[in-house]
């Protein structure tokens, strides 16, 4: 058993009060009020968005499981969820706003209430706006509900530059998807697919409910399923067949599996005739990327790579080449998930069993039912402030431009750091940022440091004093939330519906939820009318004040889903949405298809097999495959993956999961272990081509040759959170910060040289 | 009256460790100590035909239980539902249980001074809820808890349907707790 960490420490007296600095909590010993009965709330211990509940009881207990009434994770949650408490009452979450008083990042801060924190911030921001323009203060927030406000202050204040945490994550398929289907929000009928190729999306440890559970249910029902992943993962483990490729070379297997199921005649001739255009110059663009050539670049027989494209073409439409989730392996990542893309709609598979399928909104499900099913709740209720007219620093909002794929609410987040220290296209001077820790997840950690030291101006909303926010002229604690309301937002999926998060217990010490900092600091600033609600109770009666019924069922389920689940190429899904809803048979056409859900927001209202924008922009119309280079020769490639107890830059200093996980040894190849005398925990030095790190090894048989993995959210760099601090190491440091072409992601893959010491 | 028992389903679970969490949370268990682990252990075999084994740790319930037989004051009990449970107010901290325990099952509890272990959350969150909280929460399904006597549990199908295994059978403790072995992890002889 042994004594655990924390036991010594109070043994010896060290309180985390001695250890602490103003504004954290310290050892709550106060009595948390709440509901006893399950609450229905949304999670957010990770960016999924979980439907979860959570109680209170008389031991100050606070117990969270996933809500039973979502049929997507029926009462499922992961380890990070349901850890939502050790995170709420952590000695170390901050509690109270921060201003610094000595050197940026020396770590010395004072509490200051938040009208101060306001006064300090709005002097500043005016006086950057005077002297150098709004547009010079950037605004950066992981995606969620808190974005639709800081946008919203963004824009008011008059800055064009807001951004997402997308460009360190998902830019990468969600921009082919939008090049492909005009839309980046793509779902995947995991749970009925028969046959499913990954490409290192790691639903197992990546962790997102509704797919695990999806992906289960398949694999019972007895899907095939092919992991093509550099390392042997927890998703490896359940698959038919691991098959380790090499990292970065994904998209050379895609141009061999198009190229097989184009030339072998596999793909669905009439779903491509209907629903696509472009098929010809894809055929034109994939002729020389034989499955013998792409072969040698993917590390994957071209035998294999041909049986896999005719079984997979045999299972067709039920059959899913998933597109993943942290695009981030590749300069190419275009390339790569739009080849998925492509092959997908070549398999004919959309809007079927197992396949993928588009969301659906109350708005055009209504219309085709040709009834009133859905309420029609209102995303936002906030007056529409037009864009600034000043360029963006990262070319998002050039029309027909290479990045106009990207959405302007999410820019090319990395761009932000560079920017600040070259100071192109122009200057910037103050940041915001809220639930972002760039020193961690941003590429080229000490150049990022460099940059935030640089800043006039740098307010950071977090629970946490994390890597970044030491460096933040201004701390501003968010409520957790657990501890605040938010306003209703669609869940759409086969049917409409909508969610809603609700706080379990009453904030603890001086903390704000973000629809109350941005109305308070813009009325301060002088736009507070655009910031129209007394509070989030007003805020969603002005989203649904038409549907007092509705907003009932919301509140007390958490959860509303409308209609029935709709797949508008399923015969039997067509039957039943017809037979419910008569009137829908105006919209079936000659096949018996929905093709109107099929309509696609691209230039030419069709699935785009080549994309005439992106051929007008850079070139790009065509797939194309370039070798990525992404190490020397002698070099081995550094990659990175989840893991399931923690997100990303954000968990490591929660208790209970550091309890579970603080450290990332790299795993090696035994084989090469072997020869370079490393034995498990023996220390080693990491090296690339902009930084370095040490780490432990862990020789294991589960990863080629010629690729190191770690996981990642380790290596932090604020003392302040100690149980974290300096243990394991972080990638970000290794790795150059690359802007790839269109998607404009950051890559997560180089070459290193390691050293044993 | 009931036989209650649980299978643990390795083929599904992925050692994402939420009941381990949910454990811990719903029954204020002390930090760094555990009613219950998940390991992930491996990968084995030969590149690249590799496997992980799933494994539960946690009290298996057992029937013919050492941990009560050894315990002078009857404070280690097996309540009329087959669950194996101990009797704060009759401990007298002699921890005979812990050793005895063939499982590594029992740890003593810091704040309560007795020996602590799984109960299949017979105090929270079953009697709360209806069923462990690890069950609840199980992304996979990999946990199936439910009474052995009853023939329309769904515990009951799936047992006599699946090839099951119990730890250290040899001992002759009848553990009730069940584990569906990974096919892929499988070992064969
Ligand atoms: S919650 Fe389920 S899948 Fe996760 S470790 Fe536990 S038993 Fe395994
Ligand atoms: S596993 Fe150990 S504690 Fe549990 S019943 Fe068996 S002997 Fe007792
Ligand atoms: S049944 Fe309850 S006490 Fe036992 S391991 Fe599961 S959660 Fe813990």
Request: glycine share 8%; proline share 5%.
């Amino acid at each position: 058993m042994g004594i655990h960490r924390r036991d010594f420490l109070k043994g010896v007296g060290l309180s985390s009060a001695v250890l602490s600095m103003p504004g954290m909590l310290g050892a709550f010993e106060g009595k948390l009020k709440g509901s006893q009965k399950f609450v229905k709330s949304i999670c957010e211990m990770c960016s999924t968005r979980c439907p979860i509940e959570a109680r209170v009881d008389e031991n100050n207990r606070v117990f969270i499981q996933g809500n039973i009434y979502s049929k997507a994770t029926e009462g499922g949650i992961c380890a990070r969820g349901g850890s939502g408490v050790s995170q709420l009452v952590d000695p170390k979450r901050l509690v109270k706003p921060l201003m610094r008083v000595g050197q940026r990042g020396e770590g010395k801060f004072k509490e200051v209430s938040w009208d101060e924190a306001y006064e300090y911030i709005s002097v500043k921001l005016k006086e950057i706006k005077e002297k150098h323009g709004a547009k010079s203060v950037a605004f950066a927030s992981k995606t969620g509900p808190d974005q639709t406000f800081m946008n919203q202050f963004a824009y008011g204040f008059g800055t064009p530059n807001i951004f997402d945490h997308g460009n360190t994550c998902p830019s990468g398929y969600a921009t082919a998807l939008t090049s492909v289907y005009g839309s980046g929000s793509l779902s995947r009928d995991f749970a009925d697919c028969k046959f499913m190729l990954n490409f290192g999306h790691n639903v197992y440890e990546g962790m997102v409910i509704s797919y695990a559970r999806g992906v289960t249910k398949a694999l019972e029902k007895g899907c095939r399923l092919i992991s093509l992943d550099p390392r042997f993962s927890v998703l490896s483990s359940k698959a038919d067949e691991w098959i380790p490729i090499r990292p970065g070379s994904d998209a050379a297997f895609m141009m061999a599996f198009i190229h097989t199921l184009i030339f072998e005649e596999l793909y669905d001739k009439k779903f491509v005739q209907k629903y696509t255009v472009g098929f010809e110059k894809l055929k034109e663009s994939i002729k020389d990327y034989t499955p013998e050539r792409m072969a040698k670049e993917c590390d994957v027989s071209a035998e294999k790579i041909i049986s896999l494209t005719r079984e997979c073409a045999s299972y067709a439409p039920h059959c899913m080449i998933d597109f993943g989730h942290r695009a981030t392996f590749t300069p190419e990542e275009i390339e790569f998930r739009r080849a998925i893309a492509i092959a997908n709609a070549l398999l004919g598979n959309i809007e079927t069993k197992g396949g993928l399928y588009f969301p659906k909104g109350a708005a055009l499900y209504n219309k085709i039912a040709g009834q009133k099913v859905a309420p029609i709740i209102k995303g936002s209720i906030l007056p529409k402030v037009p864009e600034p007219n000043e360029p963006r620093i990262d070319g998002v909002d050039i029309k027909g431009g290479e990045f106009s794929k990207i959405p302007k609410t999410r820019g090319i987040y990395s761009k932000v750091y560079e920017t600040i220290l070259n100071e192109k296209p122009y200057a910037i001077h103050g940041l915001w940022i809220t639930r972002s820790n760039p020193v961690m997840t941003v590429s080229n950690s000490d150049e990022v440091v460099k940059a935030l030291k640089k800043l006039d101006l740098f307010v950071c909303v977090d629970v946490y004093m994390s890597d970044s926010a030491q460096y933040a002229d201004i701390i501003l604690p968010e409520s957790t939330y657990l501890e605040r309301d938010e306003h209703f937002l669609s869940d759409d999926g086969k049917n409409p519906g909508y969610q809603v998060r609700q706080k379990v217990v009453e904030p603890i010490g001086d903390t704000r939820a973000s629809w109350r900092i941005y109305k308070e600091l813009a009325q301060k600033m002088g736009f507070g009318d655009l910031f129209p609600y007394k509070d989030i109770e007003d805020f969603r009666m002005q989203q649904a004040y038409e549907y007092p019924e509705e907003i009932y069922e919301l509140k007390s389920k958490g959860l509303t889903s409308y209609g029935i689940p709709l797949l508008a190429r399923d015969k039997e899904s067509i039957a039943k949405f017809v037979e419910k809803y008569p009137n829908s048979k105006q919209f079936l056409d000659e096949d018996g298809e929905f093709s109107e859900i099929l309509k696609c927001k691209t230039k030419s209202g069709k699935i785009e097999l080549f994309d005439e924008v992106l051929e007008q922009a850079c070139g790009r119309g065509a797939l194309k495959y370039n070798d990525p280079k992404l190490k020397g020769d002698s070099q081995f490639y550094f990659i990175q993956g989840k893991v399931a107890v923690h997100t990303n830059g954000h968990t490591a200093n929660v208790p209970w999961l550091n309890d579970l996980m603080d450290n990332n040894a790299v795993w090696i190849n035994q084989n090469v272990a072997n020869k370079l005398g490393l034995k498990k925990g023996d220390s080693i030095k990491i090296k690339s081509e902009v930084g370095e790190q040490i780490a432990q090894v862990l020789p294991t048989v589960g990863i080629r040759e010629d690729t190191l993995f770690a996981y990642f959210g380790f290596g932090h760099t604020s003392k302040w959170q100690e149980i974290s601090y300096g243990k394991g190491m972080n990638a970000s440091h290794l790795l150059k910060n690359i802007i790839s072409p269109v998607s404009g992601n950051n890559v997560h893959t180089i070459g290193v040289d390691i050293e044993k010491i | 009256m009931m036989k209650y028992a649980m299978v643990f389903n390795s083929q599904k679970c992925i050692g994402c460790q939420s009941c381990s969490i949910a454990c811990r949370s719903e029954n204020k268990v002390p930090e760094g100590l555990y009613r219950l682990q998940v390991k992930i252990q491996g990968p084995k075999g030969v590149f690249p035909n590799l496997a992980f084994d799933y494994e539960r740790f946690s009290c298996q319930m057992c029937e013919n239980t050492p941990c009560v037989s050894v315990c002078p004051t009857h404070a280690s009990f097996m309540d009329e539902n087959g669950i194996v449970d101990i009797d704060a107010n009759k401990c007298v901290g002699c921890l005979y249980c812990i050793s005895a325990c063939p499982y590594h099952a029992r740890f003593l509890n810091p704040q309560t001074k007795v020996p602590d272990k799984c109960n299949f959350c017979k105090d929270t969150h079953l009697k709360l809820h209806g069923e462990p909280a690890c069950v609840s929460v199980c992304p996979t399904d990999a946990l199936v808890f439910g009474d052995l006597d009853n023939m329309n549990d769904p515990i009951y199908e799936i047992l006599s349907k699946k090839n099951f295994t119990r730890k250290k059978e040899h001992l002759g403790t009848k553990p009730k707790l069940f584990t569906i072995p990974n096919k892929k992890g499988e070992i064969k002889l």
